[in-house]
């Protein structure tokens, strides 16, 4: 447990960097509004083309373990769209947003090496092997449910066309199809793989300085239940098919568990502020989620570990 309070302080500890740098006015708001903006145009696109160019995937493609964590995806996203909506009458695209939060995990930060250390050397190519595709599935959902929300078709097209998360979607796929030597570019991988890595001390004090600027205006209601629907349910919903129905490898499946208890990622606030919706709801989902994470996924090791 120790491990995991370590892991999420470090978390904790940039996000709290950005909350008091802004209540000490020490930076202003429109600082964060800079660094959303640059994480979402810049950061995150040269990070899913750095994942995509160069993951490894095998040929034989391990359908029982996408359809456990996806189907898990699809179950709390669904879920927490119809919760908002019904009871708390979230529109459209904080709807999008609640569901974006709760099928959407903070694995660069959290899950990497919580189970690289639960699982060791043998965890390593199911865990990236899911890395690879998470973000970029849903993120292109997240935009697809966004825009198809309220334009029409064709506009739909034009706007996904533009829209720097698909076309850095497009350039990784198009690396891997001719087989791009990114790894061997010199100064142009050292510019990649700077800027990729840069997104996510980059988007945690954005979201640092959101939380000063919106505190709990979003209440807690609604964070509180993501957070459950995220960190509870979806890894429950990912063990039963892997382990008991799909019956797959324990190592994989004890994978995906903890991908799927992994707490709220950050993209979830990044893509509420892209469209300047709810994005103090996100802010605390997030907080809620990654402080009661340290207690599940805590759990789940334990549970999981005899499986290694």
């Not at 008991?244 to 994989?252: G, Q, T």
Request: some cysteine; charged content about 10%; glycine content about 8%.
């Amino acid at each position: 447990m120790f491990d995991a309070f370590l892991v999420v302080l470090s978390v904790f500890g940039v996000i709290g960097l950005g909350y008091v740098a802004r209540l000490a006015r020490y930076v202003t708001d429109r600082m964060g509004d800079g660094l959303s903006e640059y994480v979402n145009d810049i950061a995150i696109p040269f990070l899913i083309f750095q994942t995509l160019s160069s993951a490894k995937i095998p040929e034989a493609q391990p359908w029982g373990y996408w359809a456990s964590y996806f189907a898990g995806v699809a179950i709390v996203w669904s879920v927490a769209m119809w919760i908002a909506g019904r009871f708390f009458h979230y529109g459209h695209l904080p709807r999008v947003v609640a569901g974006f939060a709760a099928g959407q995990a903070n694995t660069v930060l959290v899950g990497i090496p919580l189970i690289l250390k639960a699982f060791g050397k043998a965890g390593e190519v199911p865990l990236f092997l899911l890395i690879a595709i998470h973000l970029p599935i849903t993120m292109t959902a997240a935009t697809v449910l966004a825009e198809g929300g309220q334009v029409r078709p064709m506009a739909i097209v034009s706007r996904l066309a533009r829209h720097p998360i698909l076309i850095a979607l497009a350039l990784g796929a198009l690396a891997r199809l001719v087989q791009l030597p990114v790894a061997e570019m010199g100064p142009l991988r050292s510019v990649l793989d700077m800027v990729a890595a840069s997104a996510a001390p980059c988007a945690l004090l954005s979201m640092g300085i959101a939380m000063r600027r919106y505190g709990l205006q979003a209440g807690i209601a609604l964070p509180a239940i993501v957070t459950t629907l995220k960190i509870v349910v979806h890894p429950l919903i990912v063990y039963l098919l892997a382990a008991k129905l799909f019956a797959i490898d324990p190592v994989w499946a004890g994978v995906a568990t903890l991908f799927a208890a992994c707490p709220c990622g950050i993209n979830a606030y990044l893509f509420a502020h892209k469209y300047k919706e709810a994005a103090d709801f996100a802010a605390t989902a997030i907080a809620l989620s990654t402080a009661a994470s340290v207690v599940t996924v805590t759990l789940w090791i334990w549970y999981l570990a005899p499986a290694r």
